[in-house]
């Protein structure tokens, strides 16, 4: 019943920009934070970013600058903003959510979405 669907992904030359977007959708009030995640093949899945009701956000150091996460708590949407691409962009990535503070781990994740970053 409860869903995260990611849109926005695609292909796009290096120094573009993408805006990716995950919708949640179902029985849910809200979540407490949603987040990003990637994963290129052949590699372990990475945090990317994430962003709390107090609107407080994360970002992976190497990222800060080219990547912003931001979110409509009214639409239970997050978005994030990638500019800047580079070829080791490329990943599939996925939106997760935490229900509430006190979880540990991501307990909701999306489908995930391809972008590739063409040199």
């Known amino acids: 019943q409860v869903q995260l669907v990611e849109s926005g992904g695609g292909l796009v030359q290096v120094g573009g920009s993408l805006r990716l977007s995950c919708a949640a959708s179902?029985?849910?009030?809200?979540?407490?934070?949603m987040g990003w995640f990637r994963q290129a093949p052949g590699k372990d899945r990475e945090f990317v970013a994430a962003?709390?009701?107090?609107?407080?956000?994360y970002y992976t150091d190497s990222l800060k600058g080219r990547f912003t996460i931001s979110r409509d708590i009214a639409k239970n949407t997050v978005y994030l903003q990638m500019n800047s691409l580079k070829p080791e962009d490329t990943a599939v990535y996925y939106c997760?959510?935490?229900?509430?503070?006190?979880?540990?781990?991501?307990?909701?994740w999306g489908q995930g979405t391809q972008v590739t970053v063409s040199s």
């Open positions: 179902g029985r849910i009030i809200s979540f407490y934070t």
């Open positions: 997760a959510a935490k229900a509430s503070y006190s979880v540990k781990e991501y307990d909701y």
């Open positions: 962003i709390n009701l107090s609107g407080s956000t």
